[in-house]
């Protein structure tokens, strides 16, 4: 089995940033890869960083049928009414 996860050093110990599916004892074979604090990133902190950088206004004339009219916000394509 394969397995990439983030972990963080601390005390003399690597402790993962999310929960691991392995059982106690289980040995493994790590391949360390410093990174960038700055690039590590939660999907939903990105989402959140580029919301708050746009302007607030912004928000109240994004359309709210973006589902159901994904054809015509992407390709042009005549809105389908209700």
Do not use: F
């Not at 902190?45 to 009219?69: C, F, H, M, V, Y």
Request: charged share 25%; glycine share 4%; hydrophobic share 35%.
């Amino acid at each position: 089995m394969a397995l990439r996860l983030t972990a963080e050093y601390i005390n003399g110990s690597l402790k993962p940033l999310e929960p691991l599916d392995l059982k106690e004892g289980t040995v493994v074979t790590l391949y360390i890869e410093e990174q960038n604090q700055r690039q590590v990133h939660s999907a939903l902190a990105i989402a959140d960083r580029n919301r708050q950088s746009a302007p607030a206004e912004i928000w109240d004339n994004l359309p709210t049928d973006g589902a159901k009219n994904y054809r015509h916000y992407l390709y042009g394509h005549p809105k389908e009414e209700e």
